[in-house]
């Protein structure tokens, strides 16, 4: 069961990678999304922005602690068991959507019980972000913050000063004085005003989601096509940027595969001549055509069970079964319909050792989304796939894919 997505000039991505080249628990994430203020300006999309995005990083590997429409005290509280999750790990993330404001040059998030009657309270009544990324820095070799967190003056429906004799309150946000290891995303520029967009998500959302999991991209080029999008999407209103002090590259999905070893006969193998080498080709045929390609919707985690071992290697990486039944299913709720096809001619056997075998072949997709405008998702992809021969039948033990032209 390959399920790649794959964008027009991108490689394909599956759902899994999450877990390559991480653990599961060595990267937390903390989603916030604070939509309904109670005095500041009422926002659409932050729920949804922090519903998707968790969704998202949860699907790449991450162990996610998701809240929305926060007061203040259960903020701190979130807070506090983000803090406590991040104890080991390898990569820490913060991603906020909702009202923030900047007080002398000091960043905030608002709480939706926040009251805007001047900047010298509201100092009182929200929460540094400085104080989230501390925590982050200590715990953490890689901390990467997003911040889609001006989406407008949250002072403007209150009718509250923006400004006191001791302190100035502004719309947008400043720049930090970040720690080594750390990597902070501004949905736009700073002291601007980001949009909270017209559909279900905002275009700086809209554009995370879109690129995240692209195999092999770092965080700067990932910044680069959500900048793009952005700039597109809001006819140049909006120009998310970036400033960081990491000292090691990260990517949300380790890329750099090696290429499938070269083959000494030509790629297309019948399965006759496959049948010579393993002795069991047409359970191998039947393993893929019939059940990797014919996934039922409803039945993935059942189909995962099946078909994988306990702890099946995805990209190189141990997971549990049921997180890989878990990512699959997330990945095809995507989705109305499918079709996956086997390329005829493609498939490949070879034995290695007694009980064991390596399938290649070219699978063909078409996937059509469910959410209403996006386009379909379509191409071709060369799957590999490492069996284990068991009482039960063959078993996939690994799974890798790539791009095909």
């Known amino acids: 069961m390959c399920f790649p997505m794959v964008r027009p000039g991108f490689a394909i991505v599956l759902l899994l990678i999450a877990a390559f080249g991480a653990r599961a628990e060595g990267r937390v994430a903390l989603v916030i999304g604070n939509g309904a203020y109670q005095e500041a300006t009422s926002l659409a999309n932050p729920v949804n922005d922090a519903a998707d995005v968790a969704a998202r990083l949860r699907g790449l590997g991450f162990k996610v ?9 259960a903020l701190e509280r979130r807070i506090g068991e983000f803090a406590d999750a991040l104890a080991g790990a390898d990569a820490g993330l913060f991603y906020y959507a909702g009202h923030g404001v900047q007080v002398d040059g000091r960043n905030y998030i608002l709480p939706v019980d926040a009251r805007l009657d001047g900047a010298v309270k509201l100092q009182l009544e929200s929460v540094p972000i400085d104080q989230v990324l501390d925590i982050m820095e200590q715990q953490t070799r890689t901390s990467l913050v997003f911040l889609d967190a001006c989406r407008n003056n949250p002072f403007a429906r209150s009718g509250a000063k ?6 100035r309150a502004l719309s947008g946000l400043a720049p930090f004085d970040a720690a080594r290891g750390s990597f902070i995303a501004f949905s736009t520029a700073p002291g601007a005003v980001a ?12 554009a995370l989601i879109a690129h995240i999991d692209l195999p092999g991209q770092s965080i700067n080029d990932l910044m680069i096509a959500v900048r793009r999008d952005v700039v ?9 940027w970036e400033q960081g002090s990491l000292v090691e590259r ?4 380790p890329g750099g595969m090696p290429p499938p ?27 893929v055509q019939n059940r990797y390609l014919a ?25 549990e079964r049921d997180a890989a039944a878990a990512a699959k299913a997330g990945w095809f709720s995507q989705w109305t319909s499918w079709t996956l096809e086997l390329e005829r001619g493609s498939l ?12 290649r072949f070219l699978m063909r997709y078409d996937y059509r989304p469910r959410a209403a405008g996006a386009a379909p998702v379509a191409g071709r992809a060369r799957v590999t796939l490492g069996l284990i021969r068991t009482e039960d039948g063959w078993r996939i033990d690994s799974e890798t894919s790539e791009a095909a032209p």
Request: no cysteine; proline share 7%.
């Open 65 to 73: 602690i998701e809240a929305h429409d926060l007061e203040k005290r």
């Open 162 to 167: 923006g400004s006191d004799r001791a302190a």
């Open 195 to 206: 949009l909270d967009g017209s559909g279900r998500n905002s275009p700086f959302a809209a």
């Open 232 to 240: 597109a999407a809001t006819g140049g209103q909006q120009r998310p």
């Open 250 to 253: 990260f990517e949300f999905v």
């Open 261 to 287: 070893a070269a083959e000494t006969k030509p790629p297309a193998v019948e399965v006759a001549a496959a049948e010579r080498s393993v002795g069991d080709a047409g359970a191998i045929e039947d393993l």
């Open 295 to 319: 996934p039922v919707a409803g039945d993935i985690a059942k189909m995962v069970e099946r078909l994988y071992v306990p702890a099946p290697m995805i990209f190189g990486t141990r997971i």
């Open 348 to 359: 490949a056997v070879a034995a290695r050792g007694e009980s064991r075998a390596e399938v």
